[in-house]
């Protein structure tokens, strides 16, 4: 694991958790898997703070445990890669919103901060907090329909329960269970509403990132078709999605073949008179040759069957997002030598200068400059000696896909933990004034809630001086335009874990 993959988990840790879970997260990042008494003689921390610290990492699975050579011991390791996912949640609230509605939101919501909570809990929690709030008018019928709707689509899955076993001081272990959506009582419900301290039930519930993840996957590859084509490519690209889901495994890299019988059939049903449907043998053609490699023909009989190349979409996907850092760092010249690099696949110095018609200083300056920063390799090839003459060594730049890739991450890891430490210092620096802000809020909801005169609210609002609403607008536009770099950062990321998901 690289040094900046360490201060971006080390920075994270700091934001959602405090100082305390960062140092303990750090040393298990910096020397692996440890067991509690380590932990302590290294970070010089309580053993009772060290211990709290890791329940809270796995309660949020942001760590593992597993017996060490001594039975009775476990050694604990950082998860990484679910530490990034902290600052993905927005997404995951935006998408389940989009597609479920202000209740899904609600009980994801919840469900991410409380990291795992058995069904009841997390209905009466929820039913509960928003009981008196007029706006939302939930009800317990509401909550218990989208949970289940929910538990049924995938978002949220039982959590692992421990595995028996004989002896009673071993370590334990995990173990994933088979998810059974549970039958709700909605007046059992309503009743511990009163009585929340009384839930007995111990079946607890956790959010499954890797379903919200093939949906962005999915969202990506229709966006993708829809810029290149049209957008009744990206609703046909949609409907093949769909099909993979139900055939294939869920990141296969090349799904089951779909006939094209079953895609008209469905085309029917979800688009009737469109114009996919009445095309829609001219927009399988152009899918398959135009439509980037993300789709594939196998065989002819019946119309043909297309199968979803997942592995070649995610390779294409990097390159662009390749292109565009290339373009943002060294400016469109260089993207533009990197892209006729990648089109010829080996390639000689002096035709790089000629096909991509730049002056010979700049195009050199740009090749080296690419080469320095591993975007691109050069392979030494040794020519054939013509007769009485000496063997000529010519060298031939190409593009490692797999080590561009890997360079790219470890800019986006640099980028993000600035990012991050950027927007640690912008709200260090107005603490006051956004505390101060946050409890005008507060008390400005709660009036609302009650249906408190007006003039009463103004009254609140104006405790912030114009000066204070000045300063607080210039640093929330800071922090806005800092939160959004982390997303688009968090989706290139994403791209680029999709890649490396396959074996190359």
């Known amino acids: 694991m690289s040094h900046q993959l360490g201060r971006v988990v080390s920075e994270i840790l700091q934001r ?15 020397f692996g898997s440890r067991p509690v008494a380590m932990i302590v003689k290294s970070t010089g921390l309580p053993r009772n703070q060290v211990i709290e610290s890791l329940r809270t990492l796995i309660k949020f699975n942001l760590a593992t445990f597993e017996p060490s050579n001594n039975e009775v011991i476990a050694d604990y390791k950082l998860v990484p890669e679910n530490v990034l ?27 991410l901060q409380q990291a795992k909570c058995s069904s009841t809990l997390l209905l009466v929690t929820i039913a509960n907090k928003y009981k008196n709030d007029k706006e939302k008018n939930l009800t317990m019928v509401q909550l218990k329909d989208t949970f289940i709707s929910l538990a049924t689509a995938g978002y949220i899955q039982q959590s692992p329960v421990e595995e028996t076993k004989e002896g009673a001081n071993e370590v334990p272990t995990l173990v994933p269970v088979a998810t059974i959506v549970p039958d709700l009582d909605t007046r059992a419900l309503i009743q511990a509403m009163a009585k929340p301290e009384e839930i007995t039930d111990k079946i607890y519930w956790e959010v499954n990132y890797d379903r919200f993840h093939q949906d962005f996957r999915d969202e990506i590859m229709i966006k993708a078709i829809s810029r290149r084509i049209d957008d ?7 409907l093949l999605l769909q099909q993979m889901c139900l055939t294939s495994p869920a990141w296969a890299a090349v799904s089951t073949p779909t006939p094209a019988v079953d ?8 688009a009737a008179d469109s114009l996919l449907t009445l095309h829609l043998d001219h927009y399988l053609k ?15 009989a019946g119309g043909g069957r297309l199968a979803v190349r997942g592995a070649r979409a995610a390779a294409r996907l990097v390159a662009a997002a390749l292109e565009h850092a290339v373009t943002e760092r060294l400016g469109s010249n260089a993207a533009r030598i990197l892209r006729l690099i990648m089109s010829k696949k080996y390639i000689e110095e002096d035709d790089i200068q000629k096909y991509a018609m730049l002056p010979n200083k700049e195009c050199k300056q740009l090749t080296y400059k690419l080469l320095e920063e591993h975007f691109i390799s050069v392979q030494p090839m040794r020519k054939a000696a013509s007769a009485g003459g000496l063997a000529k060594t010519i060298y031939l730049y190409h593009v490692k896909l797999h080590e561009a890739a890997h360079t790219c991450k470890e800019m986006c890891y640099r980028s993000l933990h600035n990012v991050l430490r950027r927007s640690r210092t912008e709200r260090a ?9 946050r409890r005008v809020r507060s008390i400005v909801h709660g009036m609302r809630v009650r249906g408190e005169p007006q003039q009463n609210i ?32 968090d989706k290139t990321l994403f791209i680029l874990n999709w890649y490396f998901m396959y074996p190359h």
């Open 16 to 30: 959602y958790f405090g100082e305390i879970v960062q140092q303990v997260g750090k040393d298990l990042f910096s």
């Open 85 to 111: 996912l902290l600052i993905r949640y927005p997404r995951y609230l935006l998408q389940i919103k989009t597609k479920y509605g202000s209740e899904a939101e609600l009980l994801v919501e919840e469900l």
């Open 232 to 238: 009744h490519a990206g609703e046909l690209m949609r």
């Open 263 to 270: 895609l008209k059939h469905s085309c029917r049903r979800t």
């Open 286 to 300: 152009v899918l398959e040759e135009n439509g980037a490699g993300f789709v594939e023909r196998t065989g002819d």
């Open 429 to 437: 620096a107005a603490s006051r004034l956004l505390d101060k802000q």
């Open 458 to 489: 103004t009254d609140v609002e104006e405790t912030l001086t114009p000066p204070e609403l000045a300063v607080l607008a210039s640093v929330e536009k800071r922090i806005k335009q800092l939160s959004t770099a982390e997303l688009e950062l």
